[in-house]
């Protein structure tokens, strides 16, 4: 069973512009919430986090939000940048466990 | 400050030999983590060990895998008698306590052909 589910496989977004990546989770006793990006070739990179008890938590250019009722996790990237192109994963971890559970994954294009 | 270190980065091994993966965590962590990728799937998570002791194997195939930390020495992820379907991406992470806060090393890709 999918726990943590990214529908949409890629996305692409004009340089300048807002990107908005989305991910869903179906089981209430996850505690933190994080975003990877990866580059070919290399390992997944942390980007940010948010603890279960907060809605929002922000870092330079990239926000994370988090809709407990929704179990709805999404990360706004503003303003993108060519850079930012690569596979984002969003990760789940179980309360009292160290294991993360992870996405699909979704593919950012950044266009210049 | 090295980062996570996998080795070897490419390993080609035919059906049913063995693949030894190798990984030596940051300087300071003590905490390790194997996941494995599939092609076109997320990361799934395999198992974490500290020190010379495996804490979660949750997510380790019951046959032929098996996944070491020693006193001494980097943390060694052992599949034996490869089959087709071990082809993959496997990454390693460590982290210096139980928070949440992994690092990543680049991954050691196999491929049994």
């Not at chain 1, 807002?18 to 980007?47: H, Q, R, V």
Request: net charge positive.
């Amino acid at each position: 069973d999918q726990q943590v589910k990214q529908n949409s496989p890629s996305l692409s977004v004009q340089e300048g512009r807002i990107s908005i990546l989305n991910c869903d989770y179906t089981n209430s006793m996850f505690d933190y919430f994080l975003w990877y990006k990866k580059y070919p070739a290399e390992g997944p990179t942390f980007l940010i986090s948010i603890s279960s008890i907060k809605d929002k938590n922000e870092d330079g250019r990239f926000t994370v939000f988090l809709n407990k009722s929704a179990k709805h996790l999404s990360l706004h990237i503003v303003p993108s940048q060519p850079g930012d192109s690569a596979v984002y994963f969003c990760a789940v971890r179980i309360q009292g466990a160290q294991k993360l559970v992870f996405g699909q994954g979704t593919r950012l294009t950044i266009n210049p | 400050n090295a980062g996570v270190m996998q080795n070897p980065r490419h390993l080609v091994r035919r059906r049913g030999q063995e693949a030894r993966l190798r990984c030596s965590p940051m300087k300071g962590h003590s905490h390790v983590y194997w996941y494995r990728q599939l092609p076109e799937e997320g990361l799934k998570f395999m198992v974490y060990l500290q020190k010379e002791n495996i804490i979660d194997e949750s997510g380790m195939p019951k046959e032929r895998f098996s996944a070491e930390f020693p006193k001494e020495g980097p943390s060694i992820l052992r599949i034996q008698q490869v089959v087709r379907g071990d082809s993959a991406a496997y990454f390693c992470a460590s982290s210096p306590d139980r928070g949440h806060g992994y690092t990543f090393g680049s991954g050691t890709r196999l491929t049994v052909v």
